[in-house]
């Protein structure tokens, strides 16, 4: 009975266990507002100058700073959460890339681009909160960690040379940052499902429906991004708040084939589109565990006054078509779906135009309504994007496989002229700029070679360079580093750094597979502190529910990626060590030969032997055989004549014969077939 | 009593047993004169059985996959092309008279495809003798005194992204053009070139960047690449008050262009890079018509005798055959064709080679006598490019900088209508097309195949295994017979002087004597070294002679001819007279200078075949006889046998035949006529040489020239 009793309550306890902590978990929910576990899910589309469109998708789960069981969560990934709390992590982001943002055209100034370009490859910081000597190991078991959760090969940042610590240039800035890139880490789904695998409704509804793989990587660019932030635990005992932010941008190219049956005219009409047409799948309804689910569609300040411009030539009617009644069908381009809300930039200092946000919210569509965002356009647009101040760009120079050079050019963009139309009248007008440079070992840079040149002059390198940081690399332990912060005058229209290095030498087994494509040089920040890359909007009510917006309006400073660099090393011809070994074999085979035949040999005693040997007799066999030849020839034996003959070194004789042997062989085949 | 006889044989030389290795080396010494000419022989045969000996070539590279996906060049690319061509042979084009129009309308072709273009302004580069660039890596441009702004010319450069790529490798489509002059061919390879482009902007296999570069031609095709290629690795950046392009004002028309609709930030006039460049292709038409069929040729020869890989040249060969059916062709020597000797040479092979299989089925090594012909002109003129170390084309240029480049030229069977014009645009298209989808395919850069080879068809080559054979036959005998020839001076005199001096005296006097005897090379060496110093002034001269303003070709080529001559006898009188202090001590003296100049032109022939194996190699037939042969005329006389009159007189052919003038002028002659040959040539061709870097300038000054002339000395040693 008692042990019938035991099994009973222990499933008893078991339920109201959970049961309870069904309640706990729902009583946080209702109860407290702010420590409830919260998931947003937006997606921003955004025309650009070239053709394409740039899609941004933004997921955001959140967990609060819990008291107690931090292992059970509602809503947000477990395997996030362990790992922040496993390696200590306070903030940390890991973005895949494939493709090239390109600055010139797609812009490099707004909010997207400087978060959310990122080099090709993998690239993966994080902060740590441990003490400083824990770093490292933590940062080790982290990469290993997160190479298990999206199926790359993260871990190959575990090692020294692949990682480093900025000290001071890389935006979030503190001694406890580990950074490191993959350039050639290839891009696929293997590792998108594992970063849908930590949405709640994954990719079963929701915006997140519409990723559709093909589509995806049939893209120009395509970044995914996992970024968190641990707000740390106020007490002994909580857990710590994450938030985790998953975006993933793509720029896609809208099938054009309209434009490509059109006349030439109209050939530079923008590429119109739906979600349907570019995804081939639409939106059939919210995430139900989402907060709030909206797609927002921007136009950016350049297109907006051009949009403007346009209007004013053909009516001089209302000033603002573009937030007015019949918005989405303008002149210029007609919407499919009635926006739910306007946003208007607010217009900052630096320019007059604003752009304009148009909110949908999802939740009004269903399975039976679809939300399936188009847009028309009908009069040819040309705008430009707002570019960063300055442009970079990175380039190898020099031949050889010796030593070479690697440039960085600053070119100032024409927009950059407003940013500084402001500040020009004053006397000292400075731009800062932010330079951070890993190089692998194997390129050794020489920074005493550094050079400045600011608009084809060279400049004295304490002039432009405000403060510098280097650590320069160890052979096969760690990677040079080097960090600037550059002082130019905003006046410039071009400024280049150049370094020098020679090309180093690796062990055989230090080549990766593929060796003879050259080595890669990772991507080089350059970042404006002085620039904030931030979007505010009006109406600022609504925005606290959106993360996106809000995310808009952080002041972050304007960043930007460099190419990654491809520097041929020596390497060695891989069959070679084959050839090394049997070259090297047959040279100790003589050696040993000639050095034993010489430890062994006793000239005195051979010379002996010889004498003795010759007076014995002489070889049997000529002997014999000159017995017999002259037995044969009549009992005259000359002895004396046979051996001279047998030690001419080719004996004609025999020469002679073997030679008729041979032609004899080659007469009877040639004959006989 | 035989017995006894052999043991007091060995009882006196109780014979220490020699090495096989010393006793092989002294049997060859001693054999020397049999051994060099079985050896020459050899190698002379070894060099003619090259074509024979041949291999078929094969892809070595998996990644390349040349033809593996079928072409997407389609009518509607050729038709795009076809507009190209209309528009830039439209005769309105033309009127401006830099040419910058036709250049406005590429650009603009580029950008309607969504190209990024940039425009690359450069000053021809006069090429120059600096006697230190020899080998040195092309350094960025001179700054130069008088630019003008007259002469410039303008590249037009178009640049794809690669729409998924990292951006880090690049491949690059050259095309030569002359805004000027240009003929049909030249508008028709940027037609082929823009329908290649046009396809490229679409496709989405695309992992490496590419650049199309029209090369401004009108001040030859090799500077306007050079001098891109110089902007792209190893730009300046500080102007230091040079005058600049930009300030011309006709420079400053070209960038009106901007103002189109969707160009926007695509166009900038500053330089433009893409990645490391993988691969280079210069596309050339030809405008002569070709009789029979669609013919296109392929130049691979750069700077010292350099390849590039051989896969590069076997993609476009497997392209051009098996997929576009065009006929492919590597340059020959025409004039090797019709010659009879080589036809019976070839029939003795093929004859020998039958035997040979019907002795056994397995050996298979015959060709046909006429593919032997062929084989030999290919191979013949494979050899001149390479030791002329003359680049053949702009992709010389490429080669500079590491990169695997060859020249593609069309030469189409021509006829004026249309549907002729969209075949050729269709077939080089995909040809073009299928070259850099292969390349593209690469992962790592060339390196699985051959950098050093001869090609002797497109489809047929001799690895540097094979050929050194032939070189290395070639040049064996010179150490031993410097070897045989040393040890018989110092013996033979040691011989002479024994014998007269009495063998009570053999005392420290005699020692001392040997000893002196022993070092008497030195004094041959000190002549050998003052001709080589000799040789590296007279291959200094033409640096001053070509400072003297006004001067012609045949002027300036007597000037350097007498002041070698003067320098030689200044040289030889102050450092010392050699020839004449050698006569109050040695008779045999000439055998030690021979011997030692043998050495000297084995380490030159040596060191050459490491830098360009093909000017080693006609510098070893013309020297290596030579050499070997010199003996002073006066023995010969004095001797009167038939053997010392052949002797004779193959020295002196020789010693007309190996003096670098006069070799020049023969194979001119036997390549053009010699109707036409004029002094001056040499010193053009010379100039030519120097112009371009050329090893071979140096060989001839430092290697050749020497020996020609201390063989010269031998011929005329008086004793």
Known sequence: ?673 | MAETKEKSLSDEKPKPRVRPIVRLGIFLISHSFHVSVVCCTAGVLALFLLPVLAKNTYISENALMPGSASPMLSNQHVSDGNRLVKDLTNPNSKSSETGIESHKIIAQYMLDLGAEVSFHKFHPQMNQFHPLHFFSSPDSGKIQENYSCSSYGINTVGIIRAPRGDGKEAIVLVTPYNALKSGFGEALSLGIAYSVFSLLTQVTWLAKDIIWLVADSQYGEYAAVAAWLREYQTPKFSSLSTPNAEMCPDVNNLFELKGHSISGSKFSNSFRRAGTMAAALVLKVRDQNEQFEDTISIYAEASNGQMPNLDLINVVNYLAVHRQGLRVNVEKLWSLLNSSWLKSLGEIFESLAKVAKSLYPKWKFGIPATEYVEGTATLASSLYYQALGVPTGPHGAFRDYQVDAITLEISPKFSLDKVWRNDILLRGGRLIEGVIRSVNNLLEKFHQSFFLYLLTSPSKFVSVGVYMIAFALLIAPLPMVAASLYVDANSSSNCSKGDSSTPSAITDTDEHSFAIRSWRWLNSAKLVFIVHLWGAIVSLLPYFISRIPDCSPTTSFMIWVLLSILSLLTLNSVLASPLACAKATQEKEWALVKSVTISSVFIGLGLMSVINFATAEIGALLMVPMCLLAQPLKLDVRAGTLRSFCRMISNLVLGHIAFPPAAFFLLKGMLDGFGNANVGDFWMWVESLWAWNSATYLFIGMVQLPCWVLCISILFHTR
């Open chain 1, 1 to 673: 009975m008692a042990l019938l009793r035991r099994p009973l309550l222990l499933l008893l306890l078991i339920v109201t266990h959970q049961f309870l902590q069904f309640r706990i978990a729902f009583g946080s929910v209702n109860e407290e507002g702010q420590k409830q576990e919260e998931f947003y899910e937006e997606l921003l589309l955004k025309p650009l100058p070239d053709r394409k469109l740039l899609t941004h998708f933004h997921f955001q789960s959140s967990a609060p700073p819990s008291t107690s069981n931090g292992r059970h969560h509602h809503l947000f990934p477990k395997a996030i959460s362990q790992l922040v709390l496993k390696f200590q992590v306070k903030e940390m982001e890991l973005s895949f890339t494939q493709g090239r943002w390109n600055y010139e055209s797609w812009g490099g100034f707004d909010p997207i681009p400087s978060s959310n370009a990122k080099p090709p490859g993998v690239e993966l910081w994080a902060v740590f909160d441990a003490p400083q000597h824990l770093i490292d190991a933590l940062w080790k078991n982290l990469t290993h960690t997160l190479s298990g959760l999206f199926c790359a090969s993260i871990n190959f940042l575990e090692s020294s040379t692949a990682y480093s610590a900025p000290d001071w240039s890389f935006p979030p800035a503190s001694g406890k940052l580990r950074y490191g890139t993959l350039p050639r880490e290839a891009v696929c789904t293997e590792n998108l499902t594992p970063w849908l695998k930590l949405l709640p409704c994954r990719d079963k509804a929701g915006i997140s429906m519409l990723l559709d793989r093909p589509s995806i990587y049939r893209g120009f660019y395509h970044s995914q991004r996992l970024h968190l932030t641990s707000t740390g635990s106020g007490s002994e005992g909580m857990d710590p708040g994450i938030i985790l932010e998953q975006t993933l941008t793509v720029v896609l190219q809208p099938d054009s084939q309209r434009a490509s049956l059109a006349h030439a005219s109209e050939k530079h009409i923008q590429p119109s589109w739906s979600l349907s047409s570019i995804f081939g799948k639409q939106i059939s309804g919210r995430c139900v565990l989402a907060e709030t689910s909206n797609v927002y569609f921007l136009l950016d300040r350049g297109l907006v006054a051009e949009l403007e411009h346009i209007h004013k030539e053909n009516e001089k009617s209302e000033e603002n078509v573009l937030i007015s009644e019949k918005f989405w069908n303008n002149p210029s381009f007609e919407l499919s779906a009635k926006p739910d809300r306007i946003f208007i930039e607010e217009s900052s200092l630096l320019s007059k135009n604003a752009s304009v946000l148009y909110k949908f919210e999802i939740e009004k569509y269903g399975e039976s309504e679809p939300f399936d965002l188009g847009l028309f356009w009908k009069t040819p647009v040309v705008w430009l994007c707002q570019q960063a101040p300055l442009h970079a760009n990175r380039f190898l120079m020099g031949s050889g496989n010796e030593r070479g050079a690697i440039a960085i050019s600053l070119k100032s963009t024409q927009s950059s002229e407003g940013f500084m139309g402001s500040n020009s009248n004053d006397e000292r007008c400075e731009l800062r700029v932010d330079v951070f440079q890993v190089v692998p070992w194997y390129v050794k840079v020489y920074f005493h070679s550094l050079q400045v040149f600011v608009d084809q002059q060279p400049k004295a390198v304490s002039d432009i360079i405000e403060k510098i940081h280097v650590s320069p690399s160890k052979d096969k332990v760690s990677p040079g580093v080097m960090e600037l912060v550059l002082t130019l005058p905003c006046s410039l229209s071009s400024a280049v750094l150049t370094i020098e290095f020679d090309k180093g030498f690796l062990h055989i087994d230090e080549y990766p597979p593929d060796a003879n494509q050259g080595f890669d040089i990772p991507s080089a920040i350059v970042s404006f502190p002085n620039f904030h890359a931030r979007m505010v909007f009006l109406e600022n009510d609504s925005l606290n529910k959106s993360p996106l917006l809000s995310k808009f309006q952080e002041k972050s400073p304007v960043m930007s990626y460099t190419e990654v660099l491809l520097v041929p090393l020596t390497t060695p011809d891989f069959s070679m060590p084959y050839n090394v070994i049997t070259i090297t074999c047959t040279v100790f085979a003589l050696y040993f030969g000639s050095l034993l035949n010489a430890l062994r040999r006793r000239v005195a005693e051979e010379e002996r032997f010889l004498k003795d040997k010759a007076a014995k007799k002489m070889d049997r066999i000529p002997l014999l055989l000159s017995k017999l030849s002259a037995k044969l020839r009549g009992r005259h034996l000359e002895g004396p004549q046979a051996p001279p003959a047998s030690s001419s070194f080719i004996n004609s004789k025999s020469v002679l014969k073997v030679i008729l042997i041979a032609g004899l062989a080659v007469y009877w085949q040639y004959y006989f077939s």
